[in-house]
């Protein structure tokens, strides 16, 4: 019985991978369609040596605040800021400390008076240069100043290029309270250069892959049979390997963005699969102990565990799942202490609606759904490996 069910499962797998575009080469621009706020998505390797081209007709003679973190500095700051300078009026730079702390009001409040300071108007553009810290902290000043201010992303983390860069997600976190302030403020342009990822730490690269492989299991399975076959090289970060695999992403991130921008209709809730179980473990854990990525692979495992409890996948759904993270070298045990605190921390996760907890689950490879979370005995079982 359950064998008939894989080969029926693996055949429409099958016969959807056929109707999917395979990756191809030519995958450099990815539009999001948001009427007055669309905007393209170049995904190219050395792009960041040819920024003055690819910024012309968005930053012509214009006021650029470019702000990035002292780690990104030390490597590209010099080479964008030269490029940039040839176009732009002026460039005036933020540095910010690497890490989740400067994503804070108290950083915020600090560089607002620096925008002051710089004689920021409506026409200056904010460009943020780094990863997901930056791109949300930039992205939340360039929406708050002067209500709103233009805002370009070049993320250079593969978690920041193949999701936070995108779909207009922007914010700080409150004490205890990840991404709780923030807004819907979408870039003009996102600028991601593949070849930056060779400077990423091994353990922020694998981390990234488990958003890269959670866009397989939401929405496309075609893609999540490509990243099964092509692991050694994303693992060597080839760069063709690579940014196929940005675009694939950056192309269904697009189109969920396209379907719920500002996630009212459920659908980009699906963007989250994993995240609630993740977010509790990185609160309860602390954030030092398990980067985002790790603990989304962990929270995916969890997650589908506990659909396999409620009948809605089977035990080879989540073995094809775990065997992918852990080819990818990522982490799926939760830590066997503290699962109470992780229920109550799950409790308190921004997919709480009306009291109710919402829990995205999986129903095949390529597709999950949002469900009302069961009774707390079931979440506490999915914890245990
Ligand atoms: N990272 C989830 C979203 O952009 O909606």
């Not at 948001?34 to 930053?59: D, W």
């Not at 989740?100 to 710089?118: A, G, H, P, Y």
């Not at 993270?325 to 109470?340: G, I, N, S």
């Amino acid at each position: 019985m359950l064998i008939e069910i894989y080969l029926s499962d693996l055949k429409k797998q099958r016969e959807a991978k056929q109707l999917n575009d395979p990756i191809s080469n030519s995958d450099s621009q990815v539009a999001v369609n948001l009427a007055s706020r669309t905007y393209a998505i170049e995904i190219n390797p050395g792009l960041l040596n040819q920024l003055s081209n690819a910024l012309a007709g968005f930053v012509s003679d214009d006021h650029v605040i470019l702000v990035t973190d002292n780690n990104v500095a030390e490597l590209y700051l010099e080479t964008v800021v030269s490029q940039i300078s040839e176009i732009a009026q002026r460039v005036d730079v933020i540095r910010v400390s690497p890490g989740e702390e400067s994503k804070s009001i108290s950083v915020c409040d600090e560089l607002w008076q620096r925008m002051v300071d710089f004689k920021t108007d409506r026409q200056s553009v904010v460009v943020a240069l780094g990863g997901g810290v930056v791109g949300d902290l930039a992205g939340f000043l360039a929406a708050s100043f002067a209500r709103g201010i233009r805002f370009i992303q070049i993320p250079t983390t593969l978690l920041a290029q193949v999701d936070s860069s995108v779909g207009g997600k922007v914010g700080v976190n409150l004490p205890g309270a990840k991404n709780m302030v923030g807004a819907f403020w979408q870039p003009e342009l996102v600028l991601i250069d593949p070849l930056v990822l060779e400077t990423l730490d091994e353990a922020n690269f694998r981390a990234g892959l488990a958003e890269v492989i959670k866009y397989g299991l939401i929405m496309d399975v075609g893609f999540f049979e490509s990243l099964e076959a092509s692991v050694d090289l994303i693992g060597k970060r080839d760069p063709v390997a690579l940014t196929q695999s940005i675009a694939r992403c950056c192309k269904c991130k697009a189109a969920i963005v396209e379907e719920d921008e500002r996630e009212t209709s459920g659908r980009r809730a699906i963007l989250n699969y994993g995240h609630t179980y993740g977010h509790a473990i990185e609160a309860v854990f602390g954030f030092g102990r398990f980067l985002h990525g790790e603990a989304i692979s962990i929270g995916m495992t969890c997650a589908a565990r506990l659909a396999r409890e409620l009948g809605m996948v089977q035990d080879f759904f989540v073995a094809r799942q775990t065997e992918l993270f852990q080819r990818m070298q990522l982490p799926v045990d939760c830590p066997a202490e503290r699962h109470d605190e992780l229920i109550a921390s799950m409790k308190h996760d921004k997919k709480v609606a009306r009291g109710e907890l919402k829990l995205i689950l999986p129903v095949r490879i390529g597709e999950v759904v949002v469900v009302a979370a069961p009774e707390d005995q079931l979440i506490l079982d999915s914890l245990k490996n």
